[in-house]
């Protein structure tokens, strides 16, 4: 089983790949899915010149196949201008249009403000349901204020419980440990954290 993470998030460090970090880890604690990170920052200009000459780069190809072929994705963006970047749309916009139909998806997004949290429900989730995906019910969004804060872990354990539920079905609800030679890289939140306020 393949669980995708695409991250827009475009400092390093960056705020949308811890989020996206810790849907992947407490998704793959309750399942065995393999877990593979698709940055659309090291993309940016592929991409670009997807839309220019209709050819994708080698790199944007085995994120494109890498997106198709997976079992279920975890999808986060920055919030600018009230909705998704213009990176994570374009990404989308160069994928095969069949390529999601019913393929469950966990959509997340990060801001400096709660005031665009509901850019989970005007953007994201219209966008994932026109091309025809499966969107967890949880939407997971993180404001600034949000790290280190009380509630921010429980809306990524139950949206990860509900991606779990539909990659292996209603047992996945409870974390379990992961086969040897399985383990996925992250980053120790605190670290990550850490690294966030040193960067302003």
């Known amino acids: 089983m393949r669980l995708v993470v695409v991250s827009a998030g475009l400092s390093v460090p960056s705020s949308t790949r811890l989020l996206a970090d810790r849907l992947a880890a407490a998704t793959a604690g309750r399942t065995s899915a393999e877990v593979e990170v698709v940055e659309l920052r090291d993309l940016a200009v592929e991409i ?3 839309f220019t000459n209709g050819f994708p780069g080698r790199r944007l190809a085995a994120a494109l196949d890498a ?6 994705l975890i999808v986060v963006t920055p919030v600018f201008s009230a909705s998704y ?3 994570f749309k374009s990404f989308f ?5 069949d390529a999601l139909t019913g393929k469950p998806v966990l959509i997340a997004a990060t801001g400096g403000t709660a005031r665009h949290s509901l850019v989970l ?6 966008l994932f349901a026109h091309l025809r995906a499966v969107v967890v019910p949880t939407g997971v969004y993180a404001a600034s204020e949000d ?4 509630g921010l872990d429980s809306r990524i354990e139950r949206a990860a419980g509900e991606l779990a539920q539909l990659l ?11 086969p ?10 605190e670290e990550q954290l850490a690294a966030l306020r040193r960067a302003g």
Request: aromatic residues 4%.
């Open 180 to 189: 040897a030679g399985q383990d996925i890289t992250v980053v120790p939140f």
């Open 48 to 50: 670009a010149h997807h």
């Open 93 to 97: 916009d160069v994928l095969d249009k």
């Open 121 to 126: 429900e005007h953007a994201l989730r219209p």
């Open 67 to 72: 997106v198709t072929g997976a079992d279920g």
């Open 85 to 87: 970047s213009g990176l």
């Open 147 to 150: 790290w280190g804060a009380e």
């Open 168 to 178: 292996t079905g209603p047992a996945a609800g409870v974390p379990k440990a992961r």
